[in-house]
């Protein structure tokens, strides 16, 4: 685990984790639900294979309740936001976390083309870092204590 890795080395790592889609009719309170089932902060709102929006928790609190909105008769497509911010797998892992702080989004939607591949979170951008600090730090010490081979 590097810094250098790419965002496609984090979806491997992750392993199969399906990405989890709307519709854009799709009442709020439904997507909310799925989130909570699936202990998400997100879901992409598509048509077909299409990427119209993503709706996250910050959607819902700034457009529903602060705005005294129904999730049961609001639609996803009335609140979702669709200036989506997207990476390729081949972005880098620094630049992606660039990417999520300077936009202020804590996901990002992985795109092969026009595929969805996956999708990328703040957290594990931040876990990645984390662990390839720790491995970088077990190799000094390795290289310091004299059992660094090379």
């Known amino acids: 685990m590097e810094i250098t890795d790419s965002v496609s080395t984090i979806l491997s790592h992750k392993g199969l984790v399906p990405v989890h889609s709307v519709a854009p009719d799709t009442m709020v309170f439904d997507a909310i639900k799925l989130m909570a089932d699936r202990n998400i902060g997100c879901v992409l709102v598509m048509d077909g294979e299409h990427l ?3 709706l996250s928790e910050r959607d819902y609190t700034r457009k529903v309740i602060l705005q005294g909105r129904s999730s049961k008769s609001t639609t996803v497509r ?9 990476v390729t797998p081949q ?5 992606t976390l660039r990417i999520v702080t300077e936009s202020r989004v804590r996901h990002l939607p992985v795109k092969d083309g026009v595929r969805i591949v996956g999708l990328i979170s703040v957290g594990d951008l931040v876990k990645w870092v984390i662990n390839a600090q720790r491995s970088a730090l077990s190799q000094l010490e390795a290289y310091v204590a004299g059992g660094y081979p090379g």
């Open 52 to 54: 119209l929006g993503i």
């Open 78 to 86: 009335e609140i979702m936001t669709t200036e989506v911010i997207c």
């Open 91 to 95: 972005h880098g892992v620094e630049d």
